[in-house]
């Protein structure tokens, strides 16, 4: 993805959030770029001071990026149910980073795991969880504590990745976020 584009979501997202903040209409005008009209998953994450504030988003291409970024935004900063809604107070704060998902991949070895640039998804029933691939890094998880914290996520017991009923994948994410452009 061209930088240019980046700038592009991640103002999106921060103008987004402000919008709603204040009370004014979000209106979405169709960009120019066709790498933002394309259909992909992504995550938009909020982070004050390093600490994580909100993180939402969407595994598939259900929609177009752009309106996708827009939409997670406002779901980070005040659907995220393991934060209270974000306040004006702590707007100026916020850092915003994209992840840009790849399409799953289904996980048939354990060994095809490359952490630090794979995210996963484990699904077992009717539980699932995620977790972008920049949390190994910044946790400095191994591959089977990536998989036991993945399991944990999905609101499942640490090992249940070794079960023949569970369903792993992977995914690569293109990662940007605003200190990447001094924004």
């Known amino acids: 993805m061209k930088n240019e584009d980046k700038i592009y979501l991640l103002k999106l997202a921060r103008d987004s959030i402000k919008k709603k903040l204040y009370g004014e209409k979000i209106i ?25 504030r909100g993180c939402i988003g969407y595994i598939y291409g259900v929609t177009e990026l752009y309106s996708a970024v827009s939409t997670m935004a406002l779901e980070a900063a005040f659907n995220d149910p393991r934060f209270y809604p974000l306040t004006k ?12 998902l790849t399409p799953l991949e289904k996980v048939k070895n354990l060994n095809e ?48 990745y070794n079960d023949d009923d569970t369903e792993i994948y992977k995914f690569q994410a293109e990662i940007f976020s605003e200190k990447d452009f001094n924004l």
């Open 113 to 160: 795991i490359n952490v630090g640039s794979d995210g996963l998804l484990i699904k077992k029933g009717y539980h699932s969880g995620l977790l972008l691939p920049q949390v190994a890094t910044e946790w400095g998880y191994n591959r089977e504590q990536f998989l036991k914290q993945t399991c944990l996520k999905a609101g499942l017991y640490p090992d249940c």
């Open 28 to 52: 979405l005008d169709e960009p120019e770029s066709e790498d933002l009209k394309r259909k992909s998953g992504c995550f938009v994450t909020l982070k004050i001071a390093e600490d994580l």
């Open 89 to 100: 107070d702590e707007f100026p704060l916020i850092m915003i980073e994209i992840s840009v």
